[in-house]
């Protein structure tokens, strides 16, 4: 009976270890990576875990979980969540929108800032560039599939093709750094992730466009309370200064 406490005892002080010592692994969307990242070493810290970080655009990181990648936390739009979450992919409770972001402008620092104050103004300004870097719709990249929309609905599509530089995924803004694009329209929080990019702005207010960010876990996370404090934290107090720092916000 003492042994059998006794190998109880070492049980129950390995599962402890285990739980306070998981590791993570986290997908996040492109643009919402920075504030992952920025948020990451508080919680390894403050819990034990550990996180390793992936990223991906929004339509290639839903391709990977229904082709069966391995992941505990994701962070997606909405309607990803959704579809992912109707295929039991991602478990409906918990959820949480931890943060919404706009898109912006960008040129090379030292480059004359476009005229971007009015939707008239933009649309000027987009047919007068010489190239626009923008993620490629196909992709999956939540602003280039909403800048694609809005070109088409402005009936500009046509003539503004030859001069989009497509990227596939990452930090649109890098192009006009390396001047392959003029100008650079993407998610705030990536443009402020580039050096040699500046930020021109948001575009106007009537053609904004919000992508939300919402944390889901795994159905098949072996890690259930860890990955439910990593979205806790994501809601958390620590993250409102670096939403902000990072060109984000709460969504309203």
């Not at 986290?26 to 819990?47: D, H, M, Q, R, W």
């Not at 560039?129 to 923008?134: E, F, L, P, Q, T």
């Amino acid at each position: 009976m003492k042994r059998f406490a006794i190998c109880i005892s070492a049980w129950m002080g390995l599962a402890l270890v285990q739980a306070q010592g998981a590791e993570l692994k986290i997908l996040t969307a492109g643009a919402f990576k920075p504030v992952v990242s920025a948020l990451v070493p508080y919680f390894e810290k403050t819990t034990g875990h550990t996180v390793t970080l992936d990223n991906d655009t929004a339509g290639a990181l839903a391709k990977r979980i229904e082709g069966g990648e391995a992941f505990d936390v994701v962070f997606l739009p909405p309607a990803g969540v959704a579809s992912l979450t109707n295929k039991s992919l991602l478990a409906a409770q918990p959820q949480a929108d931890v943060a919404r972001v706009a898109i912006g402008v960008a040129v090379k620092e030292g480059a004359p800032a476009p005229d971007i104050s009015s939707t008239q103004a933009f649309k000027a300004t987009l047919l007068k560039a010489k190239s626009i870097g923008v993620i490629d719709p196909k992709a999956g990249g939540s602003s280039g599939i909403y800048l694609a929309e809005l070109f088409q609905t402005w009936g500009i599509a046509d003539q503004l093709q030859p001069k989009l530089v497509l990227v596939p995924g990452g930090l649109v803004a890098t192009r006009v750094v390396t001047g392959e694009a003029e100008i650079a329209i993407h998610q705030i929080s990536e443009i402020l992730a580039v050096p040699g990019a500046k930020l021109i702005g948001p575009l106007p207010a009537d053609i904004q466009n919000y992508t939300v960010y919402r944390g889901a876990r795994s159905t098949k996370s072996s890690q259930v309370q860890a990955a439910e404090a990593f979205i806790s934290a994501m809601s958390g107090p620590e993250a409102i200064a670096i939403l902000k720092d990072k060109g984000m916000e709460r969504p309203h």
